[in-house]
């Protein structure tokens, strides 16, 4: 069985997540976790698409169509780089 490193942070969050779920240990949390992303990544994602989110992705192309505010990549890319930068600093070690 092969080991894998996570930093303090990710494994104390990775931690408290298992504990919240009910898992007995951060290994079997972390194992399920990746398995059910490479098991979401083969499966067919339309189960994601449930009524309500299909009306709340038409209400907001209706508002981008009615010239809602809408944000180029540049845009969001620097509010997410602005982010990461504020919790990289709250959070160092």
């Not at 930093?7 to 007995?24: P, V």
């Not at 944000?71 to 780089?81: G, K, L, N, P």
């Amino acid at each position: 069985m092969q080991q894998i490193q996570l930093d303090d942070h990710l494994y104390k969050e990775a931690q408290r997540r298992a504990a919240a779920a009910g898992f007995s240990s951060v290994d079997d949390f972390v194992a399920d976790v990746v398995g059910q992303t490479f098991q979401d990544d083969a499966e067919d994602q339309d189960h994601l698409f449930t009524p309500e989110r299909i009306a709340e992705l038409d209400r907001i192309s209706a508002e981008v169509k009615a010239g809602g505010k809408t944000y180029t990549m540049e845009e969001v890319e620097a509010h997410f780089d602005e982010k990461r930068k504020k919790w990289l600093e709250n959070h160092a070690s």
